[in-house]
């Protein structure tokens, strides 16, 4: 149960004074949903104002605060925009422009004849100042003394920064001290404020210690949380499981194993052989060989009498699991069935008995393996591929089906750091696929500038002209996903008006029946080109597709990157990796993109992305989605969770675990930032 003290946090963001159906869906979009997000709605950066007597002090471009007396009212011609002209205590004009229909509030706000301070940036317009869009107009200067340092948040659709800072102003009204769960040492030594005061200071001003503090909190939340989980996993009862190979000897596959996945395979074997569950990442980059590493690892399971799972991110995935799979095991005489969302009615039924009976020995499907409905005979393996796009939440839920908790294989390929990978898998064993199955050539890697589309284009027309196969991504970030989506449909269009019916489009908000029909088409061969967002970063396989074309690559982290080139240089053909820049890219963002011509190593490129990103590059840190956290960003996570990390055990195991003074606070913690399934574990265990 969550601490009551907690309750003001949790409540509601319509319990909020001016918040109605109407605000609702914008902050939601935010991810703003109770009190407690917007204490978390942290800005991205603070603008500076300057005070200044006559506009001749101010520089263009400066964001200033200065005195204006309204001279006229501009009334617009034709479309154009509004303009209220006025002046300064010395007589320089200024025009103050509105855009839109602005002009109501404007002309109520800035009255002829009065004098009215104004906060915006100052720019020039022809041969006069101009302010588009003041940020505050005010009667009085004492009403714009707060405004010299304002935090700027990021925004939806429908609303606006006023709007949102008093919203979380409110929050921090209603927000109440709370114990605290820091060691005191360490608070000391880094002289941070305690919660409520730090929460209070973030909105404030720039303040690196408060920030900090407000980071450290969420990163020893998931320390802990982690902690917790694997202390509960030690005690649970698993099912030890002793393969005899007979099924692993009919296996014929085209290959030798690499090392790499013959150790992991032993080190997979040997897990499952323990009485408590196995909790295992298998982490490789794409192309290494997972999937025959999982397939090992589930005849195991089915050698000694169970059934695996195979749970994939999605349904074209789930599916190419499947026949991928059946095809490797075909001389096994192993019966492996596909379950994905779609499946309804007899069919289903059917399914789910023989799944019941144990008819079934593999079950490859997306999370619709694991609802309710569905039950097992003795499901003794569960294989996670794709791990990131599951919560640890999740992951604790799934492996709740069966009466003895079943041996966890988590699969990924996204390399991260390993700072981060204590983060996110902090509770499992790692075991990597470091070494790459022989003949893999090196994909020609080259940054192209955004002019030379017209180029890009005719290459692609020689290239499936020549009955290759090709891929074009567009990025889908998620600030703008509709404008981003809206520019990919835009460059669908473009591309099909040239080459026709063999353009193909995936997007995530496409039906999964037209999604799948799509990537049908390009993985038979009839289509040559497929215009994609970011869905087929996980492992889609076409061995003919031997071009990849990324737009705006600087938008994307290097990771993922990463992760969308290796859809190409799976066949034994040269392939080739074109990232488009735009003009604008930032000195980081170019050396990020020479990283990705130089090198091939994913788990590289992820130490590097982290080092350039930590180095203060702004633009997409924070949401880029690729940690757990949302407080904490790059540079925090490698200097505070190590200390997260020490600081946990250091609880658990020296001052006295979750019952002692400063456990009850830290299992506060883990209630506000929602990592209390820990907590849950440790009861119920
Ligand atoms: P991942 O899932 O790790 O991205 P896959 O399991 O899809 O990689 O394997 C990529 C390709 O490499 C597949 O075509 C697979 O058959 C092949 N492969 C896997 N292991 C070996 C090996 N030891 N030697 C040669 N080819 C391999
Ligand atoms: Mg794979």
Same mark, same amino acid.
């Given at each position: 149960m969550r601490p009551d003290l907690l309750n003001p946090l949790f409540a509601?963001?319509?319990?909020?004074?001016?918040?109605?159906a109407g605000l609702a869906r914008p902050l939601d979009k935010l991810?703003?949903?109770?009190?407690r997000d917007f204490l978390y709605h942290l800005p991205d950066r603070f603008v500076q104002r300057r005070a200044v007597q006559?506009?001749?002090e101010a520089a263009l471009g400066e964001q200033i605060i200065v005195a204006l007396t309204v001279l006229e009212h501009r009334q617009p011609a034709g479309r154009g925009p509004f303009r209220v002209i006025a002046q300064d205590s010395v007589g320089n004009h200024v025009a103050i422009t509105y855009f839109g229909r602005a002009s109501y509030t404007a002309k109520k706000s800035l009255p002829v004849g009065e004098t009215r301070w104004v906060a915006g940036r100052l720019d020039q317009f022809g041969q006069t100042w101009q302010i588009v869009h003041p940020d505050h107009v005010s009667e009085d200067s004492a009403g714009l003394q707060g405004h010299l340092t304002e935090a700027v948040y990021p925004l939806s659709e429908g609303l606006t920064q006023g709007r949102i800072a008093s919203l979380i102003h409110q929050s921090l009204g209603q927000a109440p001290r709370l114990p605290e769960w820091i060691e005191p040492g360490l608070l000391a030594r880094e002289e941070w404020p305690a919660w409520h005061e730090a929460l209070a200071r973030t909105h404030q001003a720039p303040d690196k210690r408060a920030r900090d503090r407000l980071a450290y909190d969420e990163l020893f939340a998931n320390a802990l949380a982690l902690m917790l989980v694997r202390a509960a996993n030690r005690t649970r009862a698993g099912q030890p499981l002793h393969g005899d190979g007979h099924l692993r000897a009919k296996l014929n596959l085209p290959f030798a194993l690499t090392g790499a996945q013959s150790r992991s395979i032993a080190e997979i074997e040997s897990d499952m052989a323990q009485g408590s569950p196995m909790l295992r990442l298998l982490q490789g980059d794409v192309g290494s060989g997972k999937t025959a590493v999982a397939l090992h690892a589930m005849l195991v399971a089915v050698e000694a009498g169970g059934q695996a799972a195979l749970l994939a991110p999605t349904e074209i995935l789930a599916r190419q699991h499947a026949d991928t799979l059946a095809r490797m095991a075909r001389g096994t005489g192993v019966n492996i069935a596909l379950l994905t969302g779609r499946d309804k009615g007899r069919a289903r039924e059917a399914l789910l008995m023989n799944l019941l009976d144990g008819g079934i020995d593999i079950l490859v499907g997306?999370?619709?393996?694991?609802?309710?409905s569905v039950a097992y005979r003795n499901l003794a393996l569960v294989v996670i591929d794709?791990?990131?796009?599951?919560g640890v939440g999740q992951r604790l839920m799934l492996t709740q089906k069966a009466r003895r908790t079943p041996h966890c294989l988590a699969m990924t390929a996204?390399?991260?750091p390993r700072t981060l990978t204590l983060a996110q898998y902090g509770e499992m064993e790692v075991s990597r696929l470091d070494e790459m199955p022989p003949g893999r050539q090196a994909i020609d890697t080259r940054v192209v500038a955004q002019e030379r589309l017209a180029d890009v284009i005719d290459g692609i027309g020689r290239h499936i002209a020549a009955g290759h196969q090709a891929y074009w991504v567009c990025p889908m970030v998620r600030e703008a996903e509709n404008e981003d989506l809206a520019a990919a449909e835009a460059r669908h269009a473009m591309l099909a008006e040239r080459f026709g019916e063999r353009v193909v489009m995936v997007h995530g908000q496409m039906r999964p029946e037209a999604k799948d029909a799509a990537m049908e088409r390009f993985a038979s061969g009839e289509a040559s080109l497929l215009v994609a967002?970011?869905?087929?970063?996980?492992g889609v396989d076409v061995p003919n597709a031997t071009l990849m074309v990324i737009e705006q690559? &600087?938008?994307?982290g290097l990771a993922q990157l990463h992760q969308l080139r290796g *859809? #190409?240089?799976?066949?034994s053909q040269k392939s080739t990796c074109l990232l488009l820049r735009g003009d604008m890219v930032s000195k980081v963002g170019r050396e990020r993109l020479a990283l990705m011509r130089e090198t091939q190593d994913g788990f590289l490129l992820a130490e590097e992305d982290l080092r350039l990103r930590g180095?203060? &590059?702004?633009?997409?840190t924070r949401q880029s989605?690729?940690?757990?956290? *949302? #407080?904490?960003?790059f540079e925090q996570i490698a200097n505070l969770l190590p200390i997260a990390h020490d600081d946990a055990r250091l609880l658990m195991?020296?001052?006295?675990?979750?019952?002692s003074p400063r456990g009850e606070a830290a299992r506060v913690l883990l209630y506000l930032f929602e990592r209390d399934w820990g907590v849950q574990l440790l009861r119920g265990g």
């Open positions: 509601e963001a319509t319990s909020l004074k001016g918040v109605g991810g703003l949903t109770r009190v006559t506009l001749d997306t999370h619709a393996i694991f609802q309710d794709e791990q990131h796009r599951f996204t390399p991260i967002t970011t869905v087929i970063e996980v690559a &600087e938008r994307f *859809r #190409v240089g799976r066949g180095g203060g &590059e702004l633009l997409g989605g690729d940690t757990p956290f *949302r #407080v904490a960003d195991e020296r001052d006295g675990g979750l019952s």
